[in-house]
């Protein structure tokens, strides 16, 4: 899986020293699937302190999830669990560490969504409303890499590298399927894994990588007859 980290500059080697307690899952190294999400996490982190942010790639190998030396937690969506962890993480009271996991992946309580857990919790909003309203929230995703065992599962991805460009350009294909053709994203990854356009820009030999997306669209939306 490709991830994401979204912050003040480009992460050359990940540093859990520097890490900040008390968030999500607890003190780690944060990235994402969502490349959008870590554009606004640069974006913001960056205005902070007047520059532009990065967004950092690296290469996440999910076979931690699977293997018995790593200790992970998975949220697939909100849940009460999910609540509650995030709340023990997030309370400044708690003794650290709150949790032995390794990696744990979910959600995200951002701004909005901890402004309703803020309601909820002073008795403004009822627990069905709660999760209610956490369901009409946009999709939002998060790893966080709690140990430095952890990171052993990560590997950064030069911007440069081939297989970064090959990447990055499917991915800008597949979310652009999804807008212009208003295709849910499994539709719009299942028209670009299985057409020839693909084959071709996974082929390093074509060096079709090097043309610019744009051009490259209009290759798979021809094969396709979109």
């Not at 709340?87 to 309580?109: C, F, M, Q, W």
């Not at 430095?148 to 399927?177: A, C, F, H, P, W």
């Amino acid at each position: 899986m490709i991830v994401f980290h979204g912050g003040l500059e480009e992460i050359v080697k990940i540093d859990l020293s520097k890490a900040i307690p008390h968030k999500d899952f607890g003190k780690g190294f944060y990235t994402t699937k969502i490349r959008e999400q870590a554009e606004v996490w640069a974006r913001r982190r960056g205005k902070r302190s007047g520059t532009q942010g990065f967004v950092s790639v690296f290469k996440f190998y999910e076979v931690a999830f699977e293997h018995p030396d790593y200790k992970t937690l998975r949220f697939p969506g909100y849940s009460k669990e999910w609540f509650d962890f995030v709340l023990s993480n997030r309370d400044k009271n708690t003794v650290l560490p709150v949790h032995d996991y390794d990696i744990v992946e979910g959600p995200v309580a951002d701004d909005d969504v901890y402004r309703r857990i803020d309601h909820y919790l002073d008795g403004k909003i009822s627990k069905e409303t709660f999760f209610a309203d956490l369901a009409q929230f946009p999709d939002s995703h998060q790893i966080c890499f709690c140990t430095v065992k952890s990171l052993s599962m990560i590997e950064r991805m030069d911007s440069r590298s081939t297989l970064y460009q090959i990447k990055n350009t499917g991915m800008t294909l597949v979310e652009n399927l999804a807008d212009d053709y208003k295709l849910a994203e499994p539709d719009s990854e299942d028209l670009y894994f299985t057409s020839d356009t693909y084959a071709k820009l996974a082929d390093e030999s074509t060096k079709l990588y090097e043309k610019p997306w744009e051009e490259i669209y209009e290759m798979l939306k021809k094969e396709k007859g979109l």
